[in-house]
Structures are given as structure tokens and as C-alpha cells.
């Protein structure tokens, strides 16, 4: 019974991250892509993928987007934990429906930030 208690608060324990005072720490979705098999066509959906990101970050489904300083790849972090969610917004995303950017990675990240 002892063991059993024990291994209860472990995984209590485990499951909330201590958060420091004067902030908070939620959970979102980091999305890495990359360049893909159509990137030569990035100029004939800019505007298109310019206006859903913004949108996106109007709504508040994401936080931050951009490209990154490589110049082959750009990140999105969106407001949500739920991959199931993130990956429905980048099915709509213009360069990834056309094949222009892939997903090349995601993790849910605990984005401390300070307390508003």
C-alpha cells in the first residue's frame, strides 16, 4: 500500500511543474517547418499564407510565427497542447496545403512567460 502511495505522488508531482512566482507556464504547440518539393512556388501563395497566418494570430490560435534566419524554415507556436488541433489550422495553412512547406517537427513546449 505504502509503494502505491508513494508512486501516486510521484506521478502528481510529475504531472505539475512548479510554476515561479509572477508567472505562468501554459502548454502550447511548437511547430518547426521546412522548404518541401514545391518551395520554388512560395511567391504565388505569399499573400494567401501572409493573410491565414495573421488571421491565426488575430484569433489567437497562434502566439508567433516566422521564418527562421536559415532561410529554408519558419516556426509557428500556437496557443494550443492538443497536436490534433495545430495540425487542422496547418492543413488550412496555404504553403502546406501546396506543398511549399512541410512539417518538419513539433513538441508541446511549456512557454513560461510572466504573469499579466
Sequence with gaps: MRKLL???AIVAFAQE???PPGMRCPQRTLVFFEFAA???KSADFQKEHLAYVLELLKSGKAIAAGPLSDGRSAA???A???WDEAEAL???EPFNREGVFKVASHSVWTACEASR
Design 38 to 40: 514545391n518551395a520554388a
Design 76 to 78: 509557428i507556436l500556437f
Design 17 to 19: 511543474p512548479s510554476v
Design 90 to 92: 496547418i492543413e488550412k
Design 80 to 82: 494550443t497542447k492538443d
Design 6 to 8: 508513494l508512486f501516486a
